[in-house]
Structures are given as C-alpha cells and as structure tokens.
C-alpha cells in the first residue's frame, strides 16, 4: 500500500527554521508533481509550494524568498526548508502527489497525513 510519510514538524519561535520532508513508500515507480499545502484553524487549504519531476517549482507569494521545496528522485523524497518563520506560518503542513505509478497501477491526488508546524511569536 502507498503512503506518503511526513515528518520535521514542530514548534519553532518566530525567525527560526524548519525542514519539512515527504517520503513516499516502495512500491512507487514514478512520482509526478509533489507539493506542500498548509491549513490553518478555520481557514481554507493553501498551497505553499510544489514542485514538478524535471524540477520546476512554484510558490505561494506568502512564502517566496522564505521557504525552499526540493526533491530527491532516486529516493522519491520531497523536502520544504522553511527559513525566517512567522506566526502566521502556522498550520498543519501536507504533502501530496499529483500522479503516481505503482505496483498495484496509477494513484492520481494522492495526500500525506499531514504534520504541525507552530511558530510562536
């Protein structure tokens, strides 16, 4: 069975540093778009940053300058380095695959179990 494991989360005081990771499981022969998504307490899911196969990234206006998302293929791993956080950073942090090619066949809009981040101010 597929998963996608998060891990890096936690409190942190404001102007401080975290690294988000998102590793997907074996059994996956190719990973599509990966990206980073965050809600707060009664605000909607937002994207932060995504990032495609060949490299190409995106990010949220919010958290240009600030945050870094990078991957590594050979191990199907996606990392957020979050730098210069803030307390609206706050939020629960998910990470999510567009597409993906398995052994059990293709998983489109597949969803990590999510993991806190806490900046305090």
């Known amino acids: 069975q597929v998963q996608l494991v998060e891990s890096g989360g936690g409190l942190v005081q404001a102007g401080g540093s975290l690294r988000l990771s998102c590793s997907v499981s074996?059994?996956?022969?190719?990973?599509?778009?990966m990206g980073w998504y965050r809600q707060a307490p009664g605000k909607q899911r937002e994207l932060v940053a995504d990032?495609?196969?060949?490299?190409?990234?995106n990010y949220a206006d919010s958290v240009k300058g600030r945050f870094t998302i990078s991957r590594d293929n050979h191990i199907n791993t996606m990392y957020l380095e979050m730098n210069s956080l803030k307390s609206e950073d706050t939020a629960v942090y998910s990470c999510?695959?567009?597409?993906?090619?398995?052994?059990?066949?293709?998983?489109?809009?597949?969803w990590g179990q999510g993991t806190q981040v806490t900046v305090s101010s």
């Open positions: 999510k695959v567009d597409r993906m090619g398995t052994a059990w066949g293709p998983i489109y809009d597949y």
């Open positions: 074996k059994g996956v022969y190719t990973v599509g778009t």
């Open positions: 990032i495609s196969s060949g490299g190409d990234t």
